[in-house]
């Protein structure tokens, strides 16, 4: 029988080969940990060349049921969620199981009486409140397909989502909070909804107190509770019906809306956030024939916004799924002061915490050093994600954080991967700083040279691919299928290509190397140079633009914008320029987008074909000019020599 729980490197080793051997063998033994309307008739079809996968064929689920039911009775008193606002003195509120599914359930009639059947597409555009949590659930329960957008995204990123997916209801709030600012959330919806024809009902929750009103078709949130029970069983759903979509900035063209389904992704997170973080619930728990470590319940704690993959997997559904207390925190690190984190750690006696290289740095940058400040001992799992950590930021998260006690796990994947797929678990495989070391059971990565050669032997450097499916591969892009299999099953014959470089050392521990396409990762965010560009582009005196990340102390990677102009002489005030040329990209897509650096030029790089070459902008971006490379065989190879003149 394969154990839920890896508990040792021994243990590690016969999962990791088992599920080689015998893929289904392996994920049937697991997925039996769950609760089933109906078994599957087959574990795994798949055929990368179409690509189509089917994990647990038939078999029937609900995710809730999984997430929540399944808990009541041996857990019902148990904290669910923990929510900790964005000021500190409203003071934290608690979840139990039963209360957390009650509040699911009531949640998920008001959808059912705002006509929200299985399958229609809902919207989700909040802030981190519990409420956001209930709603993704509500969804789940009912057999309705969430879209959770990232409330700092702009009204016409909003709207280009909602209308992608033609989602019937959006959910939004008068506004968040975010440190001292407050998001004008029901604005930017009330923007966006002009121009989404789709859009039957939005139901708006009250979380600010701003003074907004409800237009046409607009109904509020509270009022809307009053006249519902918390009687709603669950909706049916087979392994293979939607759960989600969720937008992912691609290298060009519209955002991706990337498709999980009910069944393997609930396994598959489950699996992933019990054995990564080794979370330990209490004796008995719903896995517990091979539990062994029994030790009180931990609390866990994943910084991410549940407007992206990581909340999704590892603030909702992973944990809720093994029965866990996940804590979820609206603010922001640096409100009220740098010490925030270390305060809700402390506060909440935080076990397992999970962040993002970027906030790391962040606040290894502070003059004090806040961590110091406060008492840390209860913390036993450190995680990132996002982004390649650099030595300087692990060390420091090591040293002051875990005090040089608790395993780092730097867990690499992707929202189309649906949960993690390279990683050490704590404590159970060894960390090493700056690599996420090994693949999880049921992964096989390989290292590809660029005409697709698997590279074998160790150490090796090149482009990472997977060869086989795991149970959270997400299905599709929403809409598009043939713009998955272009994206991700065309570049190498029979393996799904994730978009990043990657080297393995002399032990076959995996260090991702970072984007091998035009995809810059600011601050942990996946952003796509194309849609950038058509912000700037916008502009009626720009001709033409070209993005590109450089190395950036905070934000590991910032953006560097080459701009030229319909008439170089157009303007002589290049700073109002540059002002509105962030106003236009902050409207497009939303601030987190926006350029540090703008540089004006009369030319832009190209191939004879017409091509801009960008990796040239990249270098003389990064201020690495001595090697170039050749340019001779641009069309215009003049102007790289002005760019580098005036390089910012
Ligand atoms: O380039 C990799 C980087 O983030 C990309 C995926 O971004 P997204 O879909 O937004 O999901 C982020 C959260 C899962 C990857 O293709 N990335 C993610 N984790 C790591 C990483 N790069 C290096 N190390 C990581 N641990």
């Given amino acids: 029988m394969q154990r839920f729980q890896i508990n040792s490197y021994k243990e590690y080793e016969k999962a990791y080969q088992a599920s080689i051997d015998n893929p289904e063998a392996f994920w049937e033994e697991i997925a039996e940990s769950f609760v089933w309307k109906k078994k599957w008739s087959k574990v795994l079809e798949w055929d990368f060349t179409k690509p189509e996968v089917t994990w647990f064929k038939d078999g029937k689920l609900n995710i809730t049921e999984n997430c929540l039911d399944r808990h009541l009775k041996d857990r019902g008193n148990e904290t669910a969620l923990i929510f900790e606002p964005n000021d500190p003195n409203e003071g934290a509120q608690y979840f139990t199981y039963k209360a957390l ?11 059912k009486a705002n006509n929200v059947k299985k399958g229609d597409r809902v919207c989700i555009y909040m802030p981190m409140v519990p409420e956001l949590t ?54 930017i919806a009330d923007q966006a909804l002009e121009t989404c024809p789709t859009i039957q009902t939005t139901i708006v929750l009250k979380r600010v107190n701003n003074d907004v009103t409800l237009l046409k078709n607009q109904v509020w949130w509270h009022d809307q509770l009053k006249t519902v029970d918390d009687n709603c069983p669950a909706e049916i759903m087979d392994a293979e019906d939607m759960l989600f979509i969720l937008y992912t900035s691609g290298s060009t063209g519209k955002p991706k809306g990337m498709v999980h389904t009910c069944g393997g992704y609930m396994v598959y997170t489950a699996y992933t956030f019990r054995n990564v973080f080794q979370y330990s619930c209490s004796k008995t728990n719903d896995f517990g024939r091979d539990y062994t470590r029994s030790s009180p319940k931990d609390v866990y704690w994943c910084t991410a916004d549940i407007g992206w993959i990581t909340g999704h997997s590892y603030i909702v559904y992973g944990p809720l799924a093994n029965g866990a207390t996940t804590l979820m925190f609206e603010g922001v690190p640096s409100y009220p002061d740098y010490g925030r984190f270390w305060d809700i750690c402390e506060k909440h006696k935080v076990n397992q915490f999970y962040t993002a290289p970027t906030a790391i740095r962040a606040l290894a940058k502070q003059d004090t050093n806040y961590a110091d400040n406060y008492n840390l001992k209860h913390l036993k799992t450190l995680g990132t994600v996002g982004e390649p950590i650099n030595l300087e930021a692990w060390n420091w998260y090591n040293d002051y954080v875990g005090k040089g006690k608790c395993p780092i796990v730097d867990t690499w994947w992707q929202t189309e991967t649906g949960g993690i797929m390279i990683s050490s678990l704590a404590g159970v495989t060894k960390d090493k700083p700056t690599f996420a070391t090994l693949p999880l059971p049921g992964v096989q990565p390989v290292l590809l040279d660029t005409d697709g050669t698997i590279i074998e032997g160790n150490p090796a450097e090149g482009i990472l691919a997977i060869q086989f499916p795991w149970p959270s591969i997400a299905r599709t892009i929403y809409g598009d299928h043939q713009r998955y299999k272009n994206v991700y099953f065309s570049a190498y014959k029979n393996k799904y290509f994730p978009g990043d470089g990657a080297l393995r050392d002399a032990s076959g521990n995996y260090r991702i190397t970072g984007r091998v396409d035009d995809v810059i990762i600011v601050s942990g965010h996946n952003l796509g140079t194309a849609p950038i560009e058509d912000a700037i582009n916008e502009h009626p005196i720009v001709a033409e633009s070209a993005i590109v990340g450089f190395p950036h102390d905070i934000k590991g990677n910032a ?3 080459f701009v030229t102009l319909k008439d170089i002489g157009s303007t002589s005030d290049q700073e109002a320029l540059r002002l509105e040329i962030n106003q236009l990209i902050t409207e497009q897509i939303g601030p987190i987008a926006k350029l540090d650096k703008i540089q004006f030029t009369s030319g832009l790089p190209k191939t004879r074909s017409g091509k801009i070459m960008r990796r040239i902008l990249r270098k003389i971006a990064a201020s690495e000019t001595d090697n170039l490379g050749d340019t001779s065989t641009l069309l215009n190879p003049e102007c790289v020599q002005e760019i580098m003149d005036n390089v910012l």
Avoid: E, M, Q, W
């Fill in 101 to 111: 599914h009650s509040k699911v359930c009531k949640f998920a009639n008001v959808l």
């Fill in 134 to 187: 209930v709603a993704v659930l509500a969804c789940a329960r009912i057999g309705a397909v969430h879209s959770v957008v990232f409330a700092g995204f702009s009204a016409s990123a909003l709207s280009a989502r909602i209308n992608d997916a033609a989602c019937k209801v959006l959910l939004t709030a008068d506004g968040g909070f975010r440190g001292t600012k407050i998001t004008p959330l029901k604005d």
């Fill in 559 to 561: 953006l560097y914008g």
